[in-house]
C-alpha cells in the first residue's frame, strides 16, 4: 500500500506585504492574516528566505546531500526569479512542510475570504505526488 498524499498551501502576498512579512510579524497589516494561521497552527516562510538558507547550509557543510544545490543557487542569483520568490510563502502546519489533507483544506478554506485582497493575492495547494510536481532542468542534475 503506497502513502497518503501530503500536501501543502502557498500564499503570494504585494511587494510590500512581503517584505513585512519577512521581518515583523506582529506588523498590524498582517493581524487578519495571522490570526488564521495561528487557529490553525501554521507558520509564514518566504520561499526566497528558504531557498538562500539551503544554499547557505550547502555551502558551509559541502554540496553532498544538497542535490538542488545549482538549480537553488542559480534561482536566487537570478533577479527575475528572486522578485518572484520573495512574495511567495509556504505556510507550514505543526512545524510540517507537508501535511495532510484535511490540514490542508481547513487552512484553505479558512484563507480563501484572504484571496485577491490587499492581504493575500494568490494561494495554491500542491500535493507530493511527483507527476505533479516540475522537475529540475538537466542541466542542474548533479
Known sequence: MSDPLLYQIRINLDDALA???RRDHSDPA??????ILGRHNAVL???????AGYVA???KHGLDGYPLYAWTKATIEDPLKEAKYIKAF?????????????????????LQPL???KLVATMTKHDTNPANSPQMPERYRM
Open 57 to 59: 547550509d550547502a555551502e
Open 45 to 51: 516562510k518566504c520561499q526566497f528566505d528558504a531557498f
Open 30 to 35: 498582517l493581524k487578519p492574516l495571522l490570526e
Open 19 to 21: 517584505q513585512t512579512a
Open 115 to 117: 484571496v485577491d485582497s
Open 90 to 110: 509556504t505556510l507550514y502546519v505543526d512545524g510540517d512542510e507537508v501535511y495532510a489533507k484535511q490540514k490542508a483544506d481547513a487552512l484553505e478554506a479558512a
